[in-house]
T-cell receptor, first 110, second 113 residues
Framework: GESVGLHLPTLSVQEGDNSIINCAYS??????FIWYKQESGKGPQFIID?????DKRQGQRVTVLLNKTVKHLSLQIAATQPGDSAVYFC?????????FGTGTRLLVSP | DAGVIQSPRHEVTEMGQEVTLRCKPI?????LFWYRQTMMRGLELLIY????????DSGMPEDRFSAKMPNASFSTLKIQPSEPRDSAVYFC???????????FGSGTRLTVV
């Protein structure tokens, strides 16, 4: 069918729940990965990063998991809050270029 | 540090006019990137510079688009002539290293009517 716009996957959660946002990448040469949060009307904001020699990294309320075998990343947000509502992008760096995925919209209900 | 600074925040122009978007990267960052965000295509890399030199401009849509970085603290993205399909949010980002941190500006929302 005709595409009228980028259809973002949406994840709806209740406040206090844990959120898991998934991302697949295609570039086998990528060795650095970043998760960004983008709120309406703002630029992407760095959340957490991970290098290819790791499979897990934790920050404050966030954890990133990397599975290089299947080229998959996930972002876990613990105790999700209304302020976490935004679009989340994974991005990978290969050959000096940061390339973004399509993004996931996270909706947090009070 | 004030972060990556873009101007203007909003630009409305008529089709056929020249548009210039500006970016001041974070001091000390050697890499500068221009991205375009649309509903149809998401975030696309247009061009990036390393030490003021354009490295990869394969994402620049066509000859109407040009970018320059005359010094380490300033870059411009120019569209001439502009068309309605150029309407988008244009982001500038800078990084200390291609494998470390990428900080984005607040973007310029361009509307071509």
């Amino acid at each position: 069918g005709e595409s009228v716009g980028l259809h973002l996957p949406t994840l709806s959660v209740q406040e206090g729940d844990n959120s898991i946002i998934n991302c697949a990448y295609s570039n086998s040469a990528s060795d650095y990965f970043i998760w960004y949060k983008q709120e309406s009307g703002k630029g992407p904001q760095f959340i957490i990063d991970i290098r290819s020699n790791m499979d897990k990294r934790q920050g404050q309320r966030v954890t990133v998991l990397l599975n290089k075998t299947v080229k998959h990343l996930s972002l876990q947000i613990a105790a999700t809050q209304p302020g976490d509502s935004a679009v989340y992008f994974c991005a990978d760096v290969g050959f000096q270029k940061l390339v973004f995925g399509t993004g996931t919209r996270l909706l947090v209900s009070p | 540090d004030a972060g990556v600074i873009q101007s203007p925040r909003h630009e409305v122009t008529e089709m056929g006019q020249e548009v210039t978007l500006r970016c001041k990267p974070i001091s000390g960052h050697d890499y500068l990137f221009w991205y375009r965000q649309t509903m149809m295509r998401g975030l696309e890399l247009l061009i990036y510079f390393n030490n003021n030199v354009p490295i990869d401009d394969s994402g620049m849509p066509e000859d109407r688009f040009s970018a320059k970085m005359p010094n380490a603290s300033f870059s411009t993205l120019k569209i001439q002539p502009s068309e309605p399909r150029d309407s988008a949010v244009y982001f500038c980002a800078s990084s200390f290293d291609s494998n470390y941190g990428y900080t984005f500006g607040s973007g310029t929302r361009l509307t071509v009517v």
